[in-house]
Each structure stands twice: as C-alpha cells, then as structure tokens.
C-alpha cells in the first residue's frame, strides 16, 4: 500500500501550484503525507484489525478513519468529511469525492479475489461516499490493483475499466493544457486510471499523474496504488518516501506491508524482494 502514499507525497507540494511537466523530483522538503495517506493507513488499520474476517470492516473503518483523522486533523480533508471525523453519530453522505478511491488501495491488496476486492471497497466507501460514482470510484481502483496484483497486462486491466466503469477516450498529453481541480471521482479517477495506462514504470506513472495537474496529491495517490500493484516500487523511493512518516504511520505501513507484501525493486530493475523486507532492513539499521 506504500505507492499510495508515495504519490500522495510526491503531489503534494503541486496540488495548490500545479507543474504541468513530468520533469520533477518525486521528492522535495515541501512534500508531506497529506489527508489521502491518512486515510489509506486508516483503512489499512481497518483490515489489519479484521484478521482475515471482513465482516465488520465497515463499522472497523468507521472508527479508525475517525481516530486517524483525529490525530492528523490537519491533513486536507474536505469540509463534509472533517465534520464526519468529528461526528458523534457518523453517516454517510452522499459524496462522489475522489476521498473514496484515494484511500481504497488497501482493499485492492488485501483481497483474495476480484469480488472480494469489490465487496471490500464496498465495505469502506459505502460508509461517507455512498453516491452511486463514489462508489464506482473506489471499486474501479480497488479492481484495477486486484488485477495488477494478479499479474494482468495493462491491456488487460484497462480493457475491464473501460468495458466496467469509464469510458476514457483521452490521453494526458491531450487532457494535460486545460485540466484543472475537480476532485469528483468521475472527473479524476479516469485521469488516474490513464496515468497508471501510459506509465513505463513506477516512477514514471506517478510522475504521468501530477503532470496533468488538478488534485495532484490524489491523483498521484490513486495512480501510485495501482502502479505498486504493477510493478513493485523501487527500492531507494521506498527509503525516501518513509523519512516523511512519523512512528503511528510507520507502524501501519510496517504490518500492512508484512501482511499484504507487494514488490520492491532493486537498482538493477529486477524484482529484490518486498517492500516489507526493505522496511524491515531499515528498522533494524535503525534499531541496532
Ligand atoms: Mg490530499
């Protein structure tokens, strides 16, 4: 689940200052974690905390978006969801935000099927975004990385997104001059899903996502949760990403990772290993 935050980090010194270039650093000292790696490692809580048994996942994800959201309440939420973190009796909303498909990852990697993958998305969205394309949203990400992790082509896997939830007769580079801020899913999860479908690897993707501009951080997110699914994340981006987590998000992504392990890629391109066994090696650098 790391390349969700990944692109989160890596958009978020754009979200308010869009660069339409794929000539940036992934990595500055104005990028921070924001609302959309908050939310992701709340439901990656969520599914740590249900051990194999979804069957309370909504009200599990309930309870651990609102204390994350708690803790971090800074992070960027929009004003519907933070009332919703602080509310005592939280309902949903009827939102068809991109919150819905910018936190979803999890779900993709811990599912063991296709279904499961949708009725997992399901479980965590329906509680805030429960309009039909918050919904959509989330399923149509949640899927994608099911796929990826399923080792489908991307052929294959942009072939169910467009015969299943969009319709995307675009490229970036067409999009790229007049796209500006929408931060409906119907308006950025295509944009999201056609970065990750032109993307050479996984930098490159999350590079492809905040070049179009718009809401960088949540595109990159969407796009980098995908992207990990597909390729694996280079090993040196995982070492720089994690300098930007402090102790309470280390931790979730450590157990997540350990749980649900998706590819790390060493400097010579090849697949090294997870990006658990990279953490880990890091913890014990650090703990030693
Ligand atoms: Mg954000």
């Known amino acids: 689940m790391i390349g969700a935050i990944i692109g989160d980090i890596a958009g978020s010194r754009f979200e308010w200052n869009n660069y339409k270039s794929k ?60 009332r919703w973190i602080f509310a005592d009796d939280p309902q949903p909303y009827n939102s068809f935000g991109n919150g819905s498909a910018m936190r979803v990852g999890p779900c993709g990697y811990a599912a063991q099927n296709l279904e ?42 942009r072939n169910y997104i467009l015969e299943n939830y969009y319709h995307i007769d675009f ?21 999201a899903l056609e970065a990750f479908f032109e993307s050479t690897d996984f930098e490159d993707a999350i590079k492809t996502a905040i070049s179009v501009g718009g809401d960088s951080d949540t595109i990159g997110a969407i796009t980098g949760s995908i992207a990990e699914a597909y390729y694996g994340v280079p090993e ?36 090294s290993g997870t990006v658990f066994d990279v953490l880990n090696g890091l913890c014990q650098i650090s703990g030693s």
């Open 236 to 271: 040196h981006v995982i070492r720089a990403a994690i300098e930007y987590l402090d102790g309470t998000q280390m931790e979730i992504l450590y157990y997540f990772e350990e749980r649900y392990p998706s590819k790390a890629i060493g400097e010579d391109g090849e697949v």
């Open 23 to 82: 000539k940036i650093k992934l990595f500055h000292k104005r990028c921070r974690p924001t609302d959309d790696s908050i939310m992701s490692l709340a439901i990656a809580k969520a599914i740590l905390e249900s051990t194999g048994d979804f069957t309370d996942l909504s009200a599990r994800a309930v309870s651990c978006m609102q204390e994350l959201g708690r803790v971090y309440k800074n992070a960027g939420y929009g004003g519907n969801f933070y």
């Open 116 to 157: 499961e993958a949708k009725e997992l998305s399901a479980k965590v969205t329906k509680v805030t975004h429960n309009h039909p394309e918050g919904m959509k949203g989330a399923e149509a990400t949640a899927a994608a990385i099911f796929l990826a992790r399923e080792g489908r082509s991307r052929e294959e896997i």
């Open 171 to 191: 490229t970036i580079d067409q999009i790229r001059p007049k796209y500006t801020f929408d931060v409906s899913c119907q308006g950025s999860v295509p944009v």
